[in-house]
């Protein structure tokens, strides 16, 4: 599991990825005809400037349907920002250290004047769903277990099957971080086939989707860490509405 030093290069790189995401978000507002690869490349840009590195994959950046597909890397010739656009950016990266742990978020935005009832709808679920897994494990841990991937995707999943969206989840609750790319080994990983307890001093993701596809998809992932005397640690921001652009 991580040292102390490869935590403490996690949360840095996790409070950078939150500021490029914010820096982000105002760049879009001010470049009303920017395109999914511009921001991408924006992004990129801000990661050589503040000194992280990512694995072989770039970020992701969607807008409208394209965020209907959860591993969307947009060409050259890609959409344009126009009204009532959502936005779907999804960055990971760490910092250029031995053994350095990558952070992972994704958030999303609309711009326009306000946010879709349907949009709404959907963001919504998701979020009651990342609940129920920050829930369930808290309830685990109360109880003196460590909670397995298997039951923590089965109770966020309830959520998203319960609201007639179960169709539309296209992957996996969540995954442990690695050092050399953004996801761990998947034995690890928050999925219905890790039946394991979760290893502690380990950063996970927690990032429920629902993909409506050829209309968007919706995803808020955000990182934690159980410590060895059973706390769980969150090392980036919930995002609990959507940024209005």
Excluded: C
Excluded at 38 to 53: A, M, R, S, T
Excluded at 101 to 121: E, H, L, M, N, S
């Amino acid at each position: 599991m991580w040292s102390k030093k490869q935590i403490t290069h996690h949360k840095k790189a996790a409070k950078l990825l939150i500021k490029i995401k914010d820096l982000t978000f105002r760049h879009i507002q001010k470049n009303k005809g920017i395109t999914e690869y511009q921001v991408q490349q924006f992004i990129l840009k801000n990661y050589k400037d503040f000194g992280l590195i990512t694995d072989k994959f770039p970020p992701i950046v969607a807008f409208n349907e394209s965020s209907s597909t959860p591993e969307f890397y947009p060409e050259k010739n890609s959409k344009k920002l126009k009204k009532s656009t959502f936005i779907l950016i999804d960055l990971w990266a760490k910092l250029k250290a031995k053994d350095a742990p990558f952070a992972d978020i994704t958030w999303v935005a609309f711009y326009g004047k306000r946010v879709p009832k349907r949009i709404q709808r959907v963001f919504n679920i998701a979020i009651a769903a990342r609940t129920a897994a920050l829930e369930h494990m808290e309830t685990e841990l109360k109880k003196g277990r460590t909670p397995t991937g298997k039951d923590m995707e089965s109770a966020a999943f309830k959520i998203i099957k319960e609201a007639g969206h179960g169709k539309n989840i296209r992957h996996s609750l969540g995954h442990s971080i690695g050092t050399r790319q953004g996801h761990g080994p998947k034995p690890d990983w928050i999925y219905n086939k890790n039946s394991r307890r979760l290893h502690k001093n380990l950063a996970y993701t927690i990032e429920p989707g629902i993909y409506l596809k050829n209309r968007f998809g919706v995803r808020s992932e955000m990182d934690f860490f159980i410590s060895k005397d059973d706390k769980i640690i969150l090392t980036t921001d919930l995002q609990k509405r959507i940024i209005l652009i």
